[in-house]
């Protein structure tokens, strides 16, 4: 009923800057919350960076000072704007979104199919 579509991952020099984006499309009636969670090689998925409904932004402190997530809200779209990268930044990036559908009072949970940020030399 959703999709989320990602972009923006890459190869990135440490100490360099990329900025990833969400856009999400299909039967949706109000967005809850949009967020970004990533996993390294060897390590479970970790939650980095979340915008509420009330448009309140919270990070990790792995991440914060260096990400900035923001949304879009007239398309859907999260972006988060990653600065002063580093190996431990490499990871996938994951899109995940908490809405409401069209005559649906549940909220319903999406994820993206994830985009690969590596950092190296």
């Known amino acids: 009923q959703v999709q989320l579509v990602e972009s923006g991952g890459g190869l990135v020099q440490p100490g360099g800057s990329l900025r990833l984006s969400c856009a999400a499309s299909?039967?949706?009636?109000?967005?809850?919350?949009m967020a970004w969670y990533r996993q390294r090689p060897g390590k479970q998925r970790e939650w980095i960076a979340q915008v509420t409904s009330e448009g309140r932004r919270d990070y990790a402190d792995s991440v914060k000072g260096r990400f900035t997530i923001s949304r879009i809200y007239a398309n859907n779209t999260v972006n988060l704007q990653m600065f002063s990268l580093n190996s431990e930044d490499t990871a996938v990036y994951y899109c995940?979104?908490?809405?409401?559908?069209?005559?649906?009072?549940?909220?319903?949970?999406?994820w993206g199919q994830g985009t690969q940020v590596t950092v190296s030399s």
């Open positions: 299909g039967d949706i009636f109000s967005i809850f919350e």
């Open positions: 995940h979104v908490e809405l409401r559908h069209h005559y649906d009072p549940d909220v319903r949970r999406y």
